[in-house]
Each structure stands twice: as structure tokens, then as C-alpha cells.
């Protein structure tokens, strides 16, 4: 089998995965010093969601429902984890009376 691939995939191979990888981690790099690590670290669970959807776009792949549903349960928890103590706290912050004294 390696003897039936030819320079031209080989190179092709490389162009796509090197400048990708490197292109990640400056980013994510970059991410990291810009913000905590628990606001960046769950942003990771999104790659599964763009590659479907890149797929969908540039493949013209079909959608079923349940991977719609499986995406929208992936950013809905991510939301939830991300801003929910905000969203919570200023409901509840919100509902608490002032004490005067």
C-alpha cells in the first residue's frame, strides 16, 4: 500500500495537517492567556459540532434529526455551564430582599 501513494498526496497531506495543527494551537494558546482555562477548556467539546456541520456544508451531508438534536444538547450545556451561575445569580440576586437595618 505506501508504495501506491505518490509524492502529490503525501505533500497534500502535509500542507493540510501541519499549518492546521499549527494554526490550533496558536489559538488556543492565545486563548489561554486571554482567558481562565475554565472558560476555554469547554469550548473543546464544540469540535464534534463544527465538524458535522463543515461536513454538512462543504460535503452537502444529510442532517438527521438526532444529530440535530445531539448539537443543540452539546451548546445547550455548554451555555448552561459557561454563563449559568451568572444567569442564576442575578435571578436570585434579584429576588433576595435588602436588609435595612
Known sequence: MPHQIGWTAILSLLFQAY??????????????????????????????????????????ESLPPLKRVAGALVVAGLVIGLYGKRLAGSRTAARVPSVSR
Open 19 to 60: 499549518p492546521n495543527t499549527v494554526l490550533g494551537y496558536v489559538v488556543w494558546n492565545w486563548l489561554l492567556r486571554e482567558y481562565p482555562v475554565s472558560t476555554v477548556a469547554p469550548l473543546s467539546l464544540l469540535v464534534p459540532v463544527f465538524g458535522v456541520a463543515g461536513s454538512v456544508l462543504i460535503f452537502d
